[in-house]
């Protein structure tokens, strides 16, 4: 009897990993699209912003958002990245979850409770993070943007995102070139001794796009310190990112 519940348990998880793609992703884990929160009069700044219409299917919140007042400044500054990138998300289905609570709470990532971040050197696992990227569900916790809340990026959600943008770009082979290339060139003068972003270049991506993108003293470092990343980041605002492929839901 106890054979045949596993092998029930492990064809119905085979089931929804085969599903998955053709259903509606919002459906698996907590929280509602931005979209679905219209109405909230403390979320009303957020309607307002310029990419708000790309922002509603693309970012989740808790359906009862207990911080509103970090909530916002999270949604503007990822509404602060240039449109063809955010553009490039939505069509990739990809969706940024904005949480309360632990990471390991959404049910899409409790296998992680156990398991240790890569480059962790304490005792210290996914349900102790703030935040995850690379992926088609990006996380970060609500209240934990600035450096010293679990983490040490210049700014969380943009980090995460920036894991994903990498991911995405990596695809084609002239921009994994230029990334590679730039990496070499500049990670010792952008970071330092810092052996984490110099041994992995999706680090180094992620953490410069979070530059680039959280405000005008962060953008500039990068412009002194890393002058041809910030160039890559510069095109942007205008690049064409119609061939790069469905990534995800292949």
């Avoid at 990471?103 to 703030?130: H, I, N």
């Avoid at 894991?163 to 084609?172: C, D, G």
């Avoid at 990496?183 to 991506?205: A, G, I, L, N, R």
């Amino acid at each position: 009897m106890n054979r045949l519940r596993k092998y029930i348990g492990r064809l119905s998880v085979i089931g929804l990993l085969i599903m998955l793609p053709f259903i509606d992703i919002t459906k698996p884990f907590h929280g509602i699209m931005l979209e679905q929160a219209k109405g909230k009069e403390a979320l009303y700044p957020i309607y307002k912003l310029d990419n708000s219409d790309l922002l509603k299917s693309l970012i989740v919140i808790p359906e009862i958002v207990e911080n509103v007042n970090a909530l916002i400044p999270m949604v503007k500054r990822i509404n602060s990245i240039d449109r063809p990138i955010l553009e490039l998300l939505v069509d990739q289905g990809v969706k940024i979850r904005l949480f309360e609570g632990s990471l390991t709470d959404e049910p899409l990532l409790y296998y992680l409770k156990w398991e240790k971040p890569r480059g962790w050197t304490k005792d210290v696992t996914w349900e102790d993070v703030p935040g995850a990227g690379g992926g088609w569900l990006i996380s970060a916790k609500i209240g934990a943007s600035v450096p010293g809340n679990g983490h040490g990026s210049i700014n969380l959600e943009l980090h995460e995102i920036g894991h994903t943008v990498y991911q995405l770009l990596s695809t084609s082979s002239q921009h994994r070139t230029s990334m590679n290339r730039l990496w070499e060139e500049e990670v010792s003068s952008m970071f330092p001794d810092q052996s984490y972003f110099e041994t992995y270049t999706s680090e180094y991506f992620a953490e410069s796009f979070a530059y680039y993108y959280c405000n005008e003293r962060t953008r500039k470092k990068l412009h002194q310190l890393a002058p041809n990343t910030y160039q890559f980041f510069q095109q942007f605002h205008s690049i064409d990112l119609s061939h790069i492929d469905s990534y995800f839901f292949r």
